[in-house]
Structure formats: structure tokens, C-alpha cells
């Protein structure tokens, strides 16, 4: 139990950061071309740096694990969703055109378009997935306390066999993409609803 | 077409700045340099000169170590020594000159006058004098162009007299040496490591000699040894100018050893550590790596495809597939922690595991992405369509989704086969690098980092570029 809590909050770390660096970095990509520029480098920092080589490097400098697996994951997913907002498949919808024509930041409305794409809810619950696995390698790797009581710890040592845990990862996993939907789509947290979206 | 062509001339400034990013990440968390060293600014850089006087001053305050470096700096202190022995008291000059005195035997001189006496008095005094008719003698001899011709000589034959003039010399010549030594490739470069290794380990006083039978490999391997020692330790037997001595603020650091050494092995004049490990994981992780990317990029997609055509089978069935995303949720949650970090080392479970990650993974992704693309209107009008044309509807809307992912999946196909090889017990690349992070390795991490880092680039590059031409053609832009 309390290992899950670990879990609970490594994640909620990692969305958090997600969110809100993937959308400013998203954000400001539409405003100007160097934070496009930029988010093209931290796309190759994101391959050059894989999580297993940054934890360590945070926890190094004395971070917490649970802080440390939460900014890693969180900065992981954060630039995939400035990249997906950035490259959206850009059909200008009615309402999108007419927020423009206005007097309305394009800019602002693209990204708030940008931002109710799929892809990007997808990215954001798949962060459950990424702390899990990093929290997995940490316990192989460092053997650190609240890494092995954590639940990718658990399932490291073998505790795969019980349906519980998997159970408890598909419910976080939908529970945060229904967060996450509500929050940038503004539909009904219904997973399987196709719900209305608020604005755009 | 512009756009790809600038970022593609952006590639090589950004590499040496990235390399320099991540070598400042590893090295101020990771890897911290050894003491005494810099990771990029070294703000006293090590001379002979420096040396030699800082020596002098250890000798002149009784300190065992004074001696022990004079004599361990060899050649390269004495024209900094000796052209200064006359500026002391005698007394300090007697001393020098004793402290200096087991290079007689090392640089091959007569010194049995000297020990002959055996009056410590007379002795000292025959030091001295020793030392002064040899720097009057000598003296000419230390200077570097007349030292690099007795190199090369050396270097292309096997002459003794050569050899014995170069012992006079001591370490003075070992910049010279070490330069000689170049690319081992035939069984002559052997012979030149021989003749140059042998003096090398008798002015540096290190075990660098090579066997008889050498073979080529051995001779590399010697040669690339005492470059690396030469990595470390130049400074103090080179003779510097002040722009040297301002421009080895910057070599005489960690990050410029990294980048000499990378590059003497990118060019094959070092052999390199790194590239047997490299094909030994390299058999087991490229495999698995293509497989995760093979789902991601191929099976992902178009599982996602097909499931978002059933979806539109009829206007307003939404709901009835409803439970297709709670089951890929749930099978991305059992399959890829379960599959990654449980699998058995049979290669076919491998493989299938990682083709599975990649694919539930990008499925979840694109289904996720195509459900909320496709709105209401549009479903009702695909729903009035043949099977092709609503096969073809998703696809056009699904294509410009996977140069997106691509670089993103090549990042996560990394970890996945990570997961794998540690879960399986395989001796990988990822492992490979679990094991550099635990160990400090260097030069390995910065390898992972760097070419993973291209590899995304490179995706990204050519993803952007095909992305933009999509665009153009479908004029979605």
C-alpha cells in the first residue's frame, strides 16, 4: 500500500509537470519560431537522454526518488506533447476562422485547438505506463527503498502474477486520461463517450 | 525542402553543443572528474616549466617529493633547471644537482667518478660540476626540432646510436616519441611501436615495452595505452609558449581528453573499447529495437486503423465499441510491464515482446488521436460510405499522426528493449548502459547519449520533411 503510494504520487508529479511544461512549451511553439526550434532540441534531448540515464543524474543531486522518477517521466512526456501540439493536422475549422477573423490571437486559438487533440490525452495517461517502467529499472538498476516498494518495483520482483496489480495500472492509466480529458478537451470524464468538446 | 536543409546544417553545431550539454550533465552529477581535474577550464594548466620550479621549490623546502618529481620530469625540467643553477646558493645548487642525479644512469652517462669517491663532500661537488658540463655540452641538444628528427630517424630504423642520443635527452623527447607512433596497421608500424615503446617505458619509467611476437592487434592496443596515459600527463612534459599555456586552459581539461580520444577512434588510430562491446549488444538490442519500431510505426497504426473503421461501421455505434479502448488500456497495462519485464531469454519471446509494446503503445496512442478527430459529421458521412472509402478516410487521417510519433517511439522502443534485456537476463545495449550509469563510464554514456540523440534528430528530420510534403499534397497546410 504503501509502495502504491509512491506510485500515486510519482505520477501525479510526472502529469503535473506534463502538463503544464508541455502545454507552455506547446503554447509558445505557436507564438514564435525559436520555441519551435526548441522544442525540436528537446526532442532530441528526449532520445539523448533517456529516463534511466537522467534519474540517476537527478537523484544524484539529492532529489527524492518518487520527485526524481515524476520530473524525468513528466519532462519525457511534456516535450512529446509540445510535439504533437506543434505538429497538428491543421484543418482550420469554422469556429477557429471565425475566432480569428475577431481579432482573436491566432496563435492562442491554434494551440487551445491544439491542445483537445487525442494525442495529446493519449500522452498524457501513457505517463503511468513510463513511471512504472522507470520505476521497474531504478529497482534493477539502484535497488533504491521507495523504488523497490514502488508498484513498477513490485512488478520487477516478480509480483506480476497477481491480476490486482495489473487492474490497478488500467484503472490509474484511465482515471488519468479522463483527468486529462476533462481538463483539455472539457468532456464528460465517460471514457467511451465521444463527449462535446467545450470551445473549439 | 529550405526548412529540412537548414536544420540539416543546424545538425552539426547543435551536436557539438549538445555534446557539450550532456558531457556538463554527466559530469556534474554522474561522473565527476577525477581530482585535480576540469571538466572544461582548467584554470592552471600543468607546463614542464611549471613543473620543474615548482619542484625546485618543494627541494628547497626539504619535501621527499621535490626530488621524487624532479626526477620523474626527467629531461623536460632539466633546460628549466639547469639554465637556472647558477642563480642559487651553492649550497641549493648541490642539492639540485643530487636530487637530479638518478637521470645519470636513466639517460645512459658515465657516472662512476661520481660514486667512486664515496666522500659525501666530494661527491656532491663532482654533482655539481656534472651537471654544469653537461648543460654546457648538451644544452643545444634540447630543443624540440632537433628532438623530432631524431624521432623520425629512430622511427624508421633501428639505429642504437640514434636511440642513445635520444636517452641523452630523457623525456624532453617524449612528445616527440608519442607523436611517432601513428596508425598500427602492418607488421613495420609494429616495429616502430617496438623501437618507440621501449624508450617510452624507459623515460617514463612505465611498463609499455611489447612483447617479441607481437601481433598487430597488441601493438593498437599498446600504442592507444600510451596515448591515453599521454592524455593525462602531457602537460607537465611540454615545453609551452604563453599562447600554448593560455590555449591549454582548454586541453587540459576532461571534456577536450574526451573529445581527442573520441576522435582518434572515430579515425582508427586508437583502438576503441567501445565498438566490440557495440556489436556484442548491438546483436541483441538492434533486433529487438527494429521490432519495437516495427510495431510502433507499422502494426500500431494500423491496428488503431482498423479499429477506428469498425468504430465507424454505423452512425452512433460509438458506444457499442466502447469497450475496444478499455481493452487496449488494459492490455497496454498488463502486456508491456508483463512482457518487459518477465520475458525469458528465447529469442522468439523477445522479439514478441518488444513488436508488442511498440504496437500497444502507438494503437492506444492513434486510436485515442483518430476517436476525437473524428467528430460526429464526419462519422455520419463515413458511416454512408463503402468499407474502402471509410479504409481510406482513416488512413489519410492517420498518416500525418505517424512521422509525429516516430521520434517519440524510437525514444520509448529504447527503454522498452531496456526493460527487456533486464527483465530477460540478456547482455544488450540497454543493459550495457544500466551497467555505465552504475559504473561512471564515461565515455559509453556519452556514446549512448550522443548517437541516440542523432538517431531521434535524424527521425525527426526526415519525419518533419515527410510530414510537410504530406501536407502539401493532401493541402492540409
Not at chain 1, 82 to 95: D, K, V
Not at chain 2, 30 to 49: C, T
Not at chain 2, 223 to 238: K, L, M, N, P, Y
Amino acid at each position: 500500500m504503501n509502495g502504491l503510494f509512491w506510485t500515486l504520487l510519482s505520477v501525479a508529479t510526472a502529469c503535473s509537470v506534463a502538463t503544464m511544461v508541455g502545454l507552455l512549451l506547446g503554447r509558445w511553439g505557436f507564438a514564435s519560431n525559436p520555441a519551435r526550434a526548441i522544442v525540436n532540441l528537446l526532442t532530441e534531448a528526449r532520445g539523448a537522454l533517456l529516463p534511466f540515464i537522467l534519474a540517476p543524474m537527478l537523484l544524484s543531486l539529492g532529489l527524492a526518488e518518487w520527485c526524481a522518477i515524476g520530473v524525468v517521466a513528466g519532462w519525457t512526456q511534456a516535450v512529446a506533447v509540445a510535439r504533437w501540439m506543434l505538429r497538428q493536422n491543421s484543418e482550420w475549422s469554422p469556429s477557429l476562422l471565425g475566432g480569428i477573423a475577431l481579432g482573436q490571437s491566432g496563435a492562442s486559438l491554434a494551440a487551445e485547438s491544439a491542445r483537445a487533440r487525442g494525442a495529446v490525452t493519449g500522452t498524457l495517461a501513457l505517463t503511468v505506463i513510463q513511471v512504472v517502467t522507470l520505476e521497474a529499472l531504478l529497482a534493477w538498476a539502484h535497488d533504491g527503498v521507495h523504488v523497490r516498494d514502488s508498484l513498477g518495483g513490485w512488478i520487477a520482483r516478480g509480483g506480476s502474477s497477481s491480476l490486482f496489480g495489473w487492474l490497478g495500472l488500467t484503472v490509474l492509466l484511465l482515471a488519468v486520461e479522463a483527468l486529462a480529458s476533462r481538463i483539455l478537451q472539457g468532456k464528460s470524464p465517460r471514457l467511451w463517450s465521444q463527449g462535446v468538446r467545450r470551445r473549439v | 525542402m529550405v526548412e529540412s536543409l537548414r536544420r540539416l546544417f543546424w545538425l552539426a553545431p547543435l551536436l557539438t553543443l549538445g555534446s557539450g550539454a550532456l558531457f556538463a550533465l554527466l559530469t556534474s552529477t554522474l561522473v565527476p572528474p577525477p581530482p585535480g581535474q576540469f571538466a572544461f577550464f582548467n584554470r592552471h594548466p600543468a607546463n614542464a616549466e611549471g613543473e620543474a620550479l615548482l619542484a625546485l621549490d618543494l627541494l628547497e623546502h626539504d619535501e621527499p617529493r621535490g626530488s621524487a618529481r624532479l626526477v620523474e620530469l626527467g629531461g623536460a625540467a632539466l633546460p628549466h633547471v639547469l639554465s637556472r643553477l647558477d642563480t642559487f646558493a651553492v649550497k641549493r645548487q648541490k642539492r639540485i644537482a643530487h636530487a637530479l642525479w638518478p637521470l645519470v644512469v636513466r639517460m645512459g652517462l658515465d657516472d662512476s667518478t661520481g660514486t667512486a669517491t664515496g666522500d659525501v663532500v666530494d661527491a656532491s661537488d663532482y654533482q655539481l660540476i656534472f651537471w654544469r658540463q653537461f648543460y654546457e655540452e648538451h644544452g643545444l641538444d634540447f630543443r624540440p626540432l632537433s628532438v623530432q628528427r631524431l624521432v623520425k630517424r629512430l622511427a624508421a630504423r633501428d639505429l642504437r646510436l640514434r636511440r642513445a642520443d635520444l636517452l641523452v635527452v630523457d623525456s624532453f623527447a617524449l612528445p616527440a616519441l608519442i607523436e611517432e607512433l601513428g596508425r598500427v596497421r602492418t607488421d613495420a608500424d609494429v616495429e616502430r611501436v617496438r623501437r618507440l615503446s621501449g624508450l617510452i617505458a624507459h623515460v617514463s619509467g612505465r611498463a609499455f615495452e611489447l612483447p617479441r611476437a607481437a601481433s598487430i592487434s597488441q601493438a593498437h592496443l599498446l600504442a592507444t595505452e600510451i596515448r591515453v596515459f599521454w592524455d593525462r600527463h602531457s602537460g607537465a612534459f611540454s615545453q609551452m609558449g604563453k599562447l600554448e599555456l593560455l590555449g591549454a586552459r582548454i586541453t587540459q581539461t576532461e571534456f577536450s581528453i574526451w573529445v581527442r580520444q573520441s576522435w582518434r577512434q572515430l579515425n582508427g588510430v586508437d583502438a576503441s573499447s567501445l565498438v566490440p562491446r557495440l556489436l556484442r549488444g548491438g546483436r541483441v538490442s538492434a533486433p529487438l529495437f527494429a521490432l519495437a519500431l516495427l510495431g510502433a510505426l507499422v502494426l500500431g497504426p494500423a491496428l488503431a486503423a482498423w479499429v477506428q473503421v469498425l468504430q465507424m461501421r454505423s452512425f452512433g455505434s460509438a458506444g457499442r465499441h466502447a469497450p475496444i479502448r478499455i481493452i487496449l488500456a488494459f492490455g497496454l497495462c498488463t502486456l508491456i510491464p508483463g512482457t518487459l519485464l518477465h520475458t525469458s531469454g528465447v529469442n522468439w519471446m523477445l522479439g514478441l515482446s518488444a513488436t508488442l509494446s511498440g504496437t500497444l503503445s502507438s494503437a492506444y496512442l492513434l486510436q485515442r488521436e483518430l476517436a476525437d478527430r473524428i467528430d460526429w459529421r464526419t462519422r455520419h458521412v463515413l458511416s454512408r460510405q463503402e468499407g474502402l472509402g471509410r479504409v481510406r478516410a482513416v488512413v489519410r487521417w492517420l498518416g500525418p499522426s505517424i512521422p509525429t510519433l516516430a521520434p517519440l517511439a524510437a525514444a520509448e522502443a529504447a527503454i522498452w528493449v531496456t526493460c527487456l534485456e533486464l527483465g530477460a537476463h540478456v547482455h544488450g545495449l540497454g543493459q550495457e548502459t544500466i551497467h555505465a550509469v552504475a559504473s561512471a563510464d564515461l565515455p559509453w554514456l556519452m556514446m549512448a547519449g550522443l548517437s541516440l540523440g542523432v538517431v531521434t534528430g535524424g527521425m525527426q528530420l526526415v519525419c518533419d520533411a515527410l510530414l510537410g510534403t504530406a501536407r502539401l499534397r493532401w493541402g492540409e497546410a
